[in-house]
T-cell receptor, first 114, second 117 residues
Framework: AQSVTQLDSQVPVFEEAPVELRCNYS??????LFWYVQYPNQGLQLLLK??????LVKGINGFEAEFNKSQTSFHLRKPSVHISDTAEYFC????????????FGKGTKLSVKP | GAVVSQHPSRVICKSGTSVKIECRSL??????MFWYRQFPKQSLMLMAT?????????EQGVEKDKFLINHASLTLSTLTVTSAHPEDSSFYIC?????????????FGPGTRLTVL
């Protein structure tokens, strides 16, 4: 079955430190990849997406992610985090192209400490 | 652009009553809308896919008679939780897909917190 794995349920980090949130997906010929952020009691906001082309994708709020086809990964990174980055982050994959549904990982809680 | 709203944002009801949640695409027409359910500290689980003018497609394990979905127009989908019980308490999130999108980008609403007493 198609799946998305976020390896870390919680990631605590100090302010201004770099962070990487990991995401792996089950192999498929063609995938679209997404990272979303969710603040408490709110919906999801798109951080960035990979559809095709350059494997390094830049998103909002200084985040970036790299698509690695051989490792079936799409890890999210930020070189220097802020307190305001504290939130839940979800990796999602579409296996069916533009008509496929999104499959979400279980989420990673990023906690940024002063 | 691409804003999706949900109403209400929060609702508390008594067991046995029905609750309707609205999802609207404010600045685009959405032929397809999705309803998700999210339990505390968990991921989003797709409940159903709603296409304008046709019956919704429910995911396995979701009771279609319990969760009634109506997608009556290109900008509005509603989810009605019928005869709600405490176990239906959850965070419900809708999303909408723009019909001309090349990729599968869904635009998400802010969610509705349902508490059944």
């Amino acid at each position: 079955a198609q799946s998305v794995t976020q390896l870390d349920s919680q990631v605590p980090v100090f302010e201004e430190a770099p962070v990487e949130l990991r995401c792996n997906y089950s192999s498929s010929v063609s995938v679209y990849l997404f990272w979303y952020v969710q603040y408490p009691n709110q919906g999801l906001q798109l951080l960035l997406k990979y559809l095709s082309g350059s494997t390094l994708v830049k998103g909002i709020n200084g985040f970036e992610a790299e698509f690695n086809k051989s490792q079936t990964s799409f890890h999210l990174r930020k070189p220097s985090v802020h307190i305001s980055d504290t939130a839940e982050y979800f990796c999602a994959v579409s296996y069916g192209g533009s008509q496929g549904n999104l499959i979400f990982g279980k989420g990673t809680k990023l906690s940024v400490k002063p | 652009g691409a804003v999706v709203s949900q109403h209400p944002s929060r609702v508390i009801c008594k067991s046995g009553t029905s609750v309707k949640i609205e999802c609207r695409s404010l600045d685009f027409q959405a032929t397809t809308m999705f309803w998700y359910r999210q339990f505390p500290k968990q991921s989003l689980m797709l409940m159903a896919t709603s296409n304008e003018g046709s019956k919704a497609t429910y995911e396995q394990g979701v009771e279609k008679d319990k969760f009634l979905i109506n997608h009556a127009s290109l900008t509005l989908s509603t989810l009605t939780v019928t005869s709600a019980h405490p176990e239906d308490s959850s965070f419900y999130i809708c999303s909408a897909r723009a019909p001309l999108a090349f990729y599968n980008e869904q635009f998400f609403g802010p969610g509705t917190r349902l508490t059944v007493l």
